[in-house]
Nanobody
Framework: QVRLVESGGRSVRAGGSLTLSCDVS????????MGWFRQSPGKSREGVAT???????YYQDSVRGRFFISINKDNDILYLQMNRVTPEDTAIYYC??????????????????????WGQGTQVNVSS
C-alpha cells in the first residue's frame, strides 16, 4: 500500500469554489483508477468522482456539472475542482488509487469498489 497525501480542504461559503489536491506520486502501478471520496458525520463514505489511466472521468450524480476531477500530465497530482458548493458538500474528502479498479472505474464513482491506497483525508466545511 502506498500513502497518498491530500491538501486544500478549508472552510468556504455556499456558492463558492475550492480545489483539492492529492499527491499520488508514490503510486506507480499502471493502469489505474483514481478517485475522490467523502464522508460526512453520521454517514458512510461515498464516491464523488473517479478518473482512469486514459483520463476518462466519471461523477456521482449529486456533483456532476459542479465538480471536476483531473490529473496532471505526469500522473502525480490528482485534483478535484469543486464549484457552486453547498452545505451538503461538507465532509472529509479522501483520495484513493488502485490498479485493479481500472476495469471498474465507472462503477467506482459510487464508492462501491475497493481501493487499496488511500490518503488521510482533508476537511471541507461549507457554510450557508
Amino acid at each position: 500500500q502506498v500513502r497518498l497525501v491530500e491538501s486544500g480542504g478549508r472552510s468556504v461559503r455556499a456558492g463558492g469554489s475550492l480545489t483539492l489536491s492529492c499527491d499520488v506520486s508514490l503510486f506507480k502501478e499502471r493502469p489505474f483508477c483514481m478517485g475522490w471520496f467523502r464522508q460526512s458525520p453520521g454517514k458512510s463514505r461515498e464516491g464523488v468522482a473517479t478518473i482512469d489511466h486514459a483520463h476518462n472521468d466519471y461523477y456521482q450524480d449529486s456533483v456532476r456539472g459542479r465538480f471536476f476531477i483531473s490529473i496532471n500530465k505526469d500522473n502525480d497530482i490528482l485534483y478535484l475542482q469543486m464549484n457552486r458548493v453547498t452545505p451538503e458538500d461538507t465532509a472529509i474528502y479522501y483520495c484513493a488509487a488502485d490498479r485493479e479498479a481500472f476495469w471498474q472505474c465507472f462503477a467506482a464513482r459510487t464508492g462501491s469498489i475497493a481501493f487499496a491506497n488511500w490518503g488521510q483525508g482533508t476537511q471541507v466545511n461549507v457554510s450557508s
